[in-house]
């Protein structure tokens, strides 16, 4: 069994939670599991409104660690993963992999290059429990994009 624990907190409430095999639990695992997997995932953004339409081009996860650390990362634009193509020119979704290395404390931000239209981004890591050995703090995410349509307003209806 794998002695690492992993907390998420809430912003704006003081509450931890313990994360276990099955999602956000009191932290025990399957019988016979030695890791599991924490899937962290944000909301859907819509920073330039929800009719707009974005260029997205980059994004970067900023953390805290005083470990070696990997984190895989998807990217949906509109709910759909970014794709990119593969050595052999095949179009495959994009799976951004990020392996830390080196101790002590850290902070660092790991950015990946997206090439999307849409008009919405939410972004998804997966850690592996096993693949923690110290303190890992994520910080807000960015994604920066270029817009190329901006929300429609719509003028006010009298009764």
Sequence with gaps: ?????????????????????????????????????????????????????????RVAVRLLRTAPVDITMRVYVDEIQTQVYDASSNLVNQTIVFNQTGGGECEEVVEADIQAVGTSIRIELDINSNDIDGILLLEPFE????????AKSRAAESA
């Design 1 to 57: 069994m794998a002695n690492t624990r992993l907390f998420l907190g809430a912003a704006d409430t003081n509450i931890l939670y313990r994360v276990g095999q099955v999602g956000i639990d009191t932290g025990n695992q399957d019988s016979g599991a030695a890791t599991y997997v924490v899937s962290i995932s944000t909301e859907r953004q819509y920073p330039a409104g929800r009719n707009a339409l974005i260029n997205w081009r």
């Design 143 to 150: 994604a920066h994009g270029r817009t190329i349509r901006p």
